[in-house]
């Protein structure tokens, strides 16, 4: 090693990798150091090739994935060319980015001990660091249950802990909050800040949630295309360039994005703010020169107002137990109306997807009833109800089987049993609705995720339902695939359909729904507007959730200042802005 | 499930895991010697003896063998079909001109169909007082490569997992109006693509999932050195044990196939001595 490559723990020297049987290059020429106890951010677009510099680390590219490798990549002074991905995990932990495909044993002490007994440590060793890994994400009391039974955010944890045990120099770790609620998220981030100071290991994190990142990373690259197009500190990239982040479909966090538009309104700020604290600070600076010329008529709390007067589903009183005795619904009541967008969020094992399935008539009630266009779940079969209410899983994978698009999609409009013309009409008819018309003769599994995506909604759509429930479409997607399967669902709904969303992302919710039913431990804690739903932060925080960082910053805002407190997304806050103005 | 296991602290539960394998080797020679249906039927009422011992509920034990009844019937008329007919009084035939009833060929049948159950209770009765890593340790201790015992391992870990996976799929399919219930076989089969095939291909891709998942937890950085936290070790009551059922097992040979008992001509014999005192009492 010589001189200027000493207190790097990771050296890219002009990598560019090709996986086997693509002519595109993943990585195009990356040059990258990491100094040791460095925590660095990698973020990007979906494509962008920051899960493949991640398995560039540990050297599962190119040993377990082959391809074409040019350049060196150097890990702790060791090229990993010349080593294999046995040595190497000894020194990088990965953790991979859905958590559930990597717990392999049957229970959550083994999944912690088989990474140790691989390394071939002392019993006593092992055991003792069982409990401390456990210990430092809270699953002690988890030790001795399957991983498969646990959330997907004790299975995130569960993943983390096993990395943690051994102790690797350097983590490498693949959107570690993908399954994560709000708080749930914020946990691991501190988690990470806490190895980060007590244990100085190098951490490469690859993030969406940049907004929580600012004061964690000292650095942050961002990736397009499979190369850095930028790099920098964080307070530099998510600020000042946050609105190009935007641009090329990242999350950019939203008080900078508002800072930079009310610079645009001729609004003197000295910095751009990034946290919430400094977005208060900030704009408190403001609305103190020109306070008592504030001048806006405050309107009351946008209040739940049924969107179509009809009552298609009726939730009556309805319990649901599982064969393996948990007790999911207790007690659950509402309606759905004709027209409406509604979001049910909530924790992982809140009874989000048992309420839907109950809906559809995949479940039905232990106690009470679901009348669905007045048919009672109980007592029809459930082929006569997914003509009404169609059910969009959240993988596609789950459905696919056919040879071609076309008979995918087909498939459903046979099932009810229709006519050929009437099938073909349909097909067509849908796979125009979700531009997949140039599609239909292609094989499913040989396309990328987002088509598939949109398939497996043909497929349900191409029945014709009124209503159509959607199960986590947005998991596993960067910013803007999000939106763009958010906007499928926003023309249908304005094509009239009826839709009801099943998420945890807040800022989905904020952005598309108008009703928001929010659940825990299988009960509606409250149901109404999302502006109603979004203030109570009281209610949220028990279903462990948060609204989204801009609506937290008016509501603080307001307390102090007569300005409304119920904004949702940047660009309400903005016209709140111009208002404001226009009145000085 | 499959292999589940009941703790408990019976006797059977604190034994090594070794010593349970050549409890079950040594029963499997017990029963190729025994062929009177009576001592096989005792030796099955020990089996569930050694249930009510370790503690298994009774509810447990009816859960395994009334399933397997059915079997039981049908080993004892399939045999009227494969075994000549020993004896000389033909009672009747089962289907005329084939598969005649005699008293032998009734006892080599239920000798046959007991010892079928025999089979699956002893089976489930060391599955079920036995952790399966235990027995995946034992499995590596026996000379077996790690990667063996670990792949076995994982294998049963993921049976939960695909289980889920394929209810998932099902359900997906049952959104789509799929006819899963069919009963006609020809039906069912074709009714059942839409299901097997996503299933069969997010288990291969689990599959990558969980080699590329082991690999970056070191597998294979020294498979040799691996260590295995869970260690068994043998006691002086598995000696003990061993060392009983082998006596048990050596005696029982000799017997056989030195003086000739437990033959199915001793059951007859006792039968026909049977039906003397009770016709002569008549």
Redesign the interface.
């Known amino acids: 090693m010589n001189l200027e490559e000493e207190g790097y723990e990771i050296i890219l020297k002009n990598v560019t990798y090709k996986y086997p049987g693509s002519d595109k290059p993943a990585l195009k020429n990356i040059d990258l150091k990491v100094r040791k106890g460095e925590i660095l951010l990698i973020t990007g677009p979906t494509g962008a090739g920051k899960t493949t510099l991640c398995n560039l680390i540990?050297g599962?590219i190119p040993h377990?994935y082959g391809g074409s490798l040019e350049g060196d990549i150097i890990v702790h002074g060791i090229n990993t060319k010349n080593s294999?991905?046995?040595?190497l995990?000894?020194i990088v932990g990965?953790l991979?980015q859905?958590p559930?495909?990597?717990?392999?044993?049957?229970s959550v002490e083994?999944e912690i001990?088989?990474?140790?007994?691989?390394?071939?440590?002392?019993?006593d060793e092992?055991?003792e660091r069982i409990d401390w890994a456990l210990d430092f994400v809270g699953l002690k009391e988890y030790k001795q249950h399957?991983p498969?039974?646990l959330s997907g955010g004790q299975q995130q944890a569960c993943a983390l802990a096993?990395?943690l045990a051994?102790k690797p120099l350097i983590y490498v770790l693949d959107e570690p909050t993908s399954n994560l609620d709000p708080i749930g998220s914020l946990n691991v981030f501190k988690l990470l800040r806490k190895i980060s100071l007590e244990e100085r290991k190098t951490i490469l994190i690859v993030e969406h949630k940049l907004e929580e990142l600012i004061d964690l990373v000292d650095r942050v690259i961002v990736m397009n295309e499979g190369k850095i197009i930028m790099e920098g500190n964080p307070r530099e990239i998510l600020g000042e360039e946050a609105e190009f982040l935007n641009k090329i479909g990242l999350e950019a966090p939203q008080i900078a994005l508002f800072a930079h538009e009310a610079k645009k309104l001729g609004i003197n700020l000295p910095s751009i703010p990034l946290t919430i604290d400094e977005g208060y600070e900030c704009f408190s600076n403001i609305f103190e020169n020109i306070k008592g010329k504030i001048n806006i008529p405050q309107e009351k709390i946008h209040q739940f107002e049924k969107v179509g007067k009809e009552a298609i589903i009726q939730v009556k009183d309805v319990w649901f137990q599982y064969p393996s005795g948990t007790i999911a619904l207790k007690g659950v009541t509402t309606n759905f109306y004709k027209g409406e967008f509604v979001a049910i969020i909530g924790q992982n094992g809140s009874g989000k997807t048992t309420l839907a399935?109950n809906i559809?008539g995949?479940l039905r009630p232990t106690k009470g009833e679901v009348i669905v266009y007045n048919m009672n779940t109980k007592m029809v079969p459930?082929?006569k109800i997914?003509s009404y209410v169609?059910?969009v899983?959240q993988?596609p994978?789950?459905?696919?089987?056919s040879r071609r698009v076309y008979d995918e999609i087909a498939?459903?409009p046979k099932?009810?049993g229709l006519s050929k013309e009437e099938i073909d009409k349909r097909v067509i008819e849908v796979s125009k609705m979700l531009n997949i018309e140039n599609l239909l003769e292609e094989k499913p599994?040989e396309l990328s995720k987002g088509h598939r995506q949109r398939i497996a909604i043909a497929?349900?759509l191409s029945?014709m339902p009124e209503v159509l429930i959607i199960d986590e479409p947005t998991t596993g997607q960067d910013p803007r695939g999000k939106r763009e399967v958010m906007n499928i669902f926003k023309k249908l709904h304005s094509l009239g359909k009826t839709i009801i969303v099943i998420t945890h992302d807040m800022n989905i919710v904020a952005e598309y729904a108008q009703r928001c039913i929010v659940m825990n431990e299988g009960e509606i804690l409250i149901d109404g507007s999302t502006k109603e739903v979004f203030m109570r932060e009281d209610i949220l925080k028990k279903a462990h959730l948060k609204p989204p960082i801009i609506t937290q910053l008016f509501k603080k805002l307001s307390s102090n200042y007569n300005i409304k407190p119920d904004v949702l997304t940047v660009e309400e806050a903005i016209n709140v802005l111009k208002s404001i103005f226009k009145v000085e | 499930m499959a292999l589940e296991y009941i703790p408990g602290k019976s006797i059977f539960h604190k034994l090594d895991p070794r010593t349970k394998m050549i409890f079950f080797l040594f029963i499997l020679i017990i029963l190729l010697a025994v062929e009177d249906t009576i001592i096989v039927a005792l030796i099955l009422l020990s089996i569930f003896g050694l249930y009510k011992l370790a503690g298994i509920p009774m509810k447990k034990l009816t859960g395994i063998v009334k399933p397997i009844l059915p079997a039981f019937i049908l080993f004892i008329l399939l045999n009227y079909f494969v075994s000549p007919p020993r004896g000389a009084k033909i009672y009747f035939y089962l289907v005329p001109g084939m598969a005649p009833v005699t008293l032998e060929t009734t006892l080599i049948g239920i000798t046959s169909a007991l010892r079928f159950i025999l089979f699956i209770c002893i089976t489930r009765f060391i599955t079920l007082v036995t952790p399966?890593?235990d027995l995946l340790i034992a499995i590596s201790k026996m000379g077996a490569p790690p990667e063996f015992a670990v792949a076995l391992?994982?294998a049963?870990?993921?049976v939960?997992?695909l289980i889920?996976?394929f209810q998932?799929?099902i359900?997906?399919?049952?959104?789509?109006?799929?006819?899963i219930e069919q009963k006609n076989p020809i039906k069912k089969f074709f009714a059942l693509?839409?299901v097997i095939?996503?299933s069969i291909?997010?288990t291969v891709?689990?599959g990558m999932?969980?080699?590329?998942?082991?690999?970056?937890?070191?597998?294979?950085?020294?498979?040799a050195?691996?260590?295995?936290?869970k260690?068994i070790s043998m006691k002086k009551i598995d000696y003990a044990f061993i060392a009983l059922i082998a006596i048990i097992t050596i005696i029982i040979s000799i017997l056989r196939w030195g003086f000739n008992f437990f033959r199915y001509d001793s059951t007859l014999k006792f039968l026909i001595d049977i039906m003397k005192i009770v016709f002569k009492l008549t």
């Open positions: 540990n599962l377990f294999y991905v046995g040595y995990s000894t990965l991979f859905d559930s495909s990597q717990l392999v044993t049957a083994d001990a088989f990474g140790l007994e691989n390394l071939g440590l002392k019993i092992i055991n399957p498969y039974a096993s990395i051994m399935k559809n995949l459930i082929h997914i169609g059910y899983f993988n994978d789950h459905q696919l089987f498939f459903g099932n009810i599994y497929s349900i029945m | 399966i890593a391992g994982i049963f870990a993921s939960p997992v889920n996976q998932t799929v359900e997906a399919q049952k959104s789509r109006g799929a006819k693509v839409p095939v996503p291909f997010l891709l689990r999932d969980i080699s590329r998942a082991i690999e970056s937890k070191a597998f294979t950085y020294n498979p050195k691996r260590t295995y936290r260690t």
